[in-house]
């Protein structure tokens, strides 16, 4: 039981991201879903992906500035950290944008062993491991960064 808390300890950023990025990713794929039953799958890929990145950006700065990396910048420098988060997020928020139209929209016309909506969800899963990785390396790199004392 030692040995598991001590891996926990040791690799808590990781885990922690993992954790907090599936909850980005699912609450990702509930409004995408949502979009899709209310405002339909052309909706839901173009300009309801913009406001789905937009409202995950928000949770993920949240969780990740609290949780993950537990920041303890005040002042200019968490508006600095925030500004940074945002830039990296928009993107990524772009390379998922542009895979979800090369997906759902380019590709999507040809896929026919498969729904549309299940392929938007397919697309999604794709974007979303591209996202997650690139996201963990520019927080890790460039946004949250430890200062020394």
């Known amino acids: 039981m030692q040995k598991l808390k001590d891996l926990i300890v040791k690799y808590y950023e990781q885990l922690s991201y993992l954790f907090f990025g599936g909850l980005a990713t699912l609450l990702n794929f509930v ?3 949502i979009f899709q039953a209310a405002f ?3 909706f839901a890929a173009g300009v309801g992906n913009v406001l789905n990145n937009a409202i995950c950006i928000l949770f993920a700065y949240w969780t990740n500035r609290t949780f993950v990396f537990r920041s303890k ?3 200019a420098a ?3 950290e925030f500004t940074k988060f945002v830039g990296c997020r928009i993107f990524t928020a772009v390379v998922d944008q542009l895979i979800m139209w090369g997906g ?3 590709l999507g016309p040809m896929i026919a062993f498969v729904s549309p909506q299940l392929w938007a969800n397919i697309v999604k ?3 979303q491991v591209v996202v997650i990785v690139s996201n963990y390396v520019f927080s890790k790199i460039l946004i949250f960064t430890k200062k020394a004392p």
């Open 104 to 106: 759902v929209s380019v």
């Open 78 to 80: 968490a508006w600095q």
């Open 40 to 42: 339909g799958l052309d």
């Open 73 to 75: 910048s005040r002042g």
């Open 31 to 33: 409004i995408l879903n």
């Open 125 to 127: 899963l794709f974007s």
